[in-house]
């Protein structure tokens, strides 16, 4: 079996990697903001796609 070549002096930092409950816990979500997103992107799409169908 083929060993494969790496750094074992690399130190992982598991604290950038951590996410505390309270960090999820305390989050604000806007979902106005997703919602308008959403809606703005198929709206888009709708338009494209009609656009597209009247050059055809």
């Known amino acids: 079996m083929e060993t494969l070549n790496h ?8 604290e950038l990697y951590t996410i505390e409950w309270s960090d999820i816990e305390n989050a604000e979500i806007d979902y106005e903001n997703y919602l ?3 809606e703005n992107f198929f ?9 597209e169908e009247n050059i055809l």
């Not at 750094?7 to 598991?14: A, G």
């Not at 709206?43 to 656009?51: I, Q, S």
């Open 36 to 38: 308008n997103d959403i």
């Open 43 to 51: 709206r888009e799409d709708f338009e494209n796609d009609v656009l």
């Open 7 to 14: 750094n074992s002096d690399i130190v992982f930092d598991e």
